[in-house]
């Protein structure tokens, strides 16, 4: 009986925490981690050609140090999610933020390229923990409903990120050189990652906001092996997967390696018009993230317009497979501009995610998922290259054209994985719907 009452009180607690006015510091805050540590993602691949010159090195060299930043991500997505469940996201969120602070600030001071790789294997194994905890931090401070339209703005925090690592980064880089603005924003992480300590650790008790209560001592955990057995046999664990692999990969995997040389080989544009293309992608993106979670919210559901989204994005890529590789000019900004909102559309993954289990694994399924898009990005770009070495010596429309057809079949795997979802409230979200009738 006592246990059963206690049990009661720490929901109420938490819930108290989803109605407490400081949840909008933790959101703001949150997502302005999210937005400065995304711009720091990818900006090494402005200075390249730089860093072969200053430290006489190849480029394979240069696909080494991208490849372990984000071999790092993806090997801990899903032991990120494991201990950010068990241990709870905060901690991990301010030290993954240092860590990345830390790689930025040491890759500016970098005298040989063997600090470089030690300053990138920071920045991935900070940047691996991010999403994940942004993800359960905003499911414990945010009711589910408030959560589904925050996660948009989260994503487009991310799309603004990309943009400061494009032409604002690149304009820094050519009026003070390339370590001072690494160093600049190294300190900045660094300095986010301590505010994040006070806003996340020391704060909450000024505001007589409590942390949401671990479990009852009697109560046990799971063991390790039985979450990765019950996640493995999920259907919505999978569906999550799959969608994630379907859009978000073959957007990051395309705009990430082949964007800018598809543009300058097939359509003839100079380097700074066909990373243009990008631009258009990101702006779909920062479109696609508020604008589907709004929509997914007034309808009351994830499957039925993330479906919609998933169709759209394989329809797009079938397009250039149809037009051989070179679509008309005002088409080709229009399917970039489409899959870009795909990507910011992916939001609903994590939506999915949150109304359909415990929040005690939230993490380890986001991790999961996230999983899904960056084997995707990984795999695209190889694959693609490697079908456009098979015709090199063929026009290079049709080395595209060919190469069109993975992302055409990865997209088919987003429907696949939109078909599986489940639409169904977990016993959390009854859970909060029961205290908040009963507060009323």
């Known amino acids: 009986m006592d246990y059963n009452r206690g049990k009661r ?8 925490k989803q109605n407490s006015r400081y949840r909008w510091v933790v959101f703001t805050t949150v997502l302005f ?18 860093l072969m010159k200053e430290f006489h090195i190849t480029a394979s060299t ?33 030290v993954g933020t240092l860590l990345n602070g830390i790689g930025t600030f040491l890759y500016s001071l970098a005298p040989n390229e063997a600090l470089l790789f030690v300053a990138r294997l920071l920045v991935g194994l900070g940047d691996a923990t991010i999403w994940i905890n942004l993800v359960l931090i905003l499911s414990q401070w945010f009711k589910v409903n408030e959560f589904v339209g925050l996660l948009g703005w989260a994503g487009m925090s991310g ?34 990652g301590i505010l994040l300590y006070f806003v996340l650790v020391q704060w909450p008790k000024k505001w007589e906001v409590v942390e949401k209560p671990s479990l009852p001592k009697h109560e046990k955990r799971d063991k390790t092996i039985t979450i990765l057995r019950r996640l493995i046999s999920s259907r919505q664990a999978w569906a999550t997967f799959l969608c994630h692999f379907g859009i978000v990969g073959t957007y990051v995997g395309f705009i990430g390696s082949w964007a800018v040389p598809y543009g300058m080989s097939v359509y003839g544009m100079t380097r700074s018009g066909a990373s243009q293309l990008i631009m258009i992608g990101l702006i779909g993106a920062i479109v696609g993230a508020p604008l589907t979670t709004w929509i997914s919210g007034r309808m009351g559901s994830n499957k039925k317009p993330y479906l919609v989204v998933q169709i759209i994005i394989f329809l797009s890529w079938l397009s250039f497979l149809v037009c051989s590789g070179k679509p008309p000019y005002i088409m080709l900004i229009v399917l970039f501009l489409i899959i870009g909102y795909g990507n910011g559309a992916s939001a609903l993954t994590f939506a999915v995610v949150r109304k359909s289990f415990d929040i005690k694994e939230v993490g380890v399924v986001s991790g999961f998922a996230n999983t899904g898009g960056f084997l995707s ?60 009738s009963n507060e009323i």
Not at 63 to 90: C, E, H, K, V
Not at 159 to 178: C, D, E, H, R
Not at 185 to 191: A, Q, S
């Open 33 to 50: 981690a999210y937005f400065i540590i995304v711009s720091q993602r990818t900006a090494p691949g402005l200075i390249s050609d730089q």
């Open 159 to 192: 799309s603004f990120g990309s943009i400061m690592a494009s032409v604002p980064f690149s304009s820094m880089i050519a009026a003070f050189g390339w370590r001072k603005p690494f160093l600049t924003f190294g300190i900045l992480i660094i300095v986010t």
């Open 377 to 436: 990005a990984v795999l695209l770009p190889s694959i693609f290259g490697k079908v456009l070495d098979h015709f090199q010596h063929a026009p290079n429309a049709i080395g595209y054209q060919y190469g069109f057809l993975i992302p055409v079949l990865f997209s088919l795997l987003a429907i696949l994985g939109g078909i599986l979802i489940k639409e169904s409230l977990h016993n959390v979200q009854k859970k909060e719907t029961a205290l908040r």
């Open 9 to 16: 009180q720490q929901e109420k607690r938490a819930v108290d």
């Open 62 to 94: 240069i696909g080494a140090l991208t490849s372990i930043q984000f071999l790092a991500y993806a090997a801990l997505q899903i032991p990120i999610g494991i201990l950010s469940d068990r241990f709870g996201p905060n901690r991990f969120l301010i």
